[in-house]
């Protein structure tokens, strides 16, 4: 079946750690998206990538850094600048059309990351 | 900038029908989602608004006017699993390709 997987669904790190979400989707989908959600809040784009080896930061990206060597792939790492990390973080993906096509962004189970 | 508007919570009874409202004020914008979100889970798609008037998909409808920035989503003869949080989200397509969320609006069905 074709999907976005995201791992682990509860990820626990100590403070001052780096640690890295993974987001792998098999839609074979051009554009893919890393969001932060908070309680009570909205949706954020961190980071987003619309080709292989080219990401853009979103509105939220300091203290966050992310990589695309393939299509399929799209890891994004909280590092330990991110002052407040603890968030529920969402991976997406969409295929690139024109400006008014139905391009709707498929997302994955999510992962609950908690610094203690 | 970007601003998108929705209440924050609302509360309806099993059966009834229910209007959820969304304002935006964005750039370069192309279109509108909803979407629905259950606690703990991913957003799920429901509907996307291109051109102005209502398209109705089963028991959901949404509602677009871009003149006025203004959208709705009309969920009728609502069911308990129908508790959840709707998010309303614009869609820029001019190269950018991003969606910008409204905070959602968290939508509590009772017997």
């Known amino acids: 079946d074709g999907g976005i997987t995201q791992s682990p669904k509860y990820l626990f790190r100590k403070e001052g750690q780096n640690v890295t979400l993974s987001c792998e989707q098999n839609l074979n989908h051009d554009a893919m998206y890393w969001y932060r959600q908070d309680p009570g809040q909205g949706l954020r784009l961190i980071y987003y990538?619309?080709?292989?080896?080219?990401?853009q930061k979103g509105d939220i990206a300091e203290g966050y850094s992310v990589s695309r060597e393939k299509k399929e792939s799209f890891p994004l790492t909280v590092t330990s600048a991110q002052k407040n990390p603890t968030a529920f973080y969402l991976c997406?993906?969409?295929?690139?059309?024109?400006?008014?096509?139905?391009?709707?962004?498929?997302f994955g189970p999510g992962t609950r990351l908690t610094v203690l | 900038g970007q601003n998108i508007d929705q209440p924050t919570e609302m509360t309806a009874t099993e059966g009834a029908i229910v209007q959820i409202n969304c304002t935006y004020q964005?750039?370069?914008?192309?279109?509108l989602f909803w979407y629905q979100q259950h606690a703990g889970e991913a957003p799920t798609f429901l509907s996307y608004n291109v051109l102005d008037g209502l398209e109705e998909k089963g028991r959901f409808s949404s509602f677009l006017s871009r003149s006025k920035g203004y959208s709705y989503l009309l969920l009728k003869e609502l069911q308990m699993k129908d508790s959840a949080s709707y998010l309303c989200?614009?869609?820029?397509?001019?190269?950018?390709?991003?969606?910008?969320f409204g905070k959602g609006t968290k939508l509590s069905v009772i017997p």
């Open positions: 997406a993906s969409s295929i690139l059309r024109s400006q008014t096509g139905d391009n709707e962004q498929f």
């Open positions: 964005t750039s370069g914008f192309n279109g």
């Open positions: 989200a614009a869609y820029s397509g001019a190269g950018s390709y991003q969606l910008t």
């Open positions: 990538s619309q080709i292989v080896n080219d990401f």
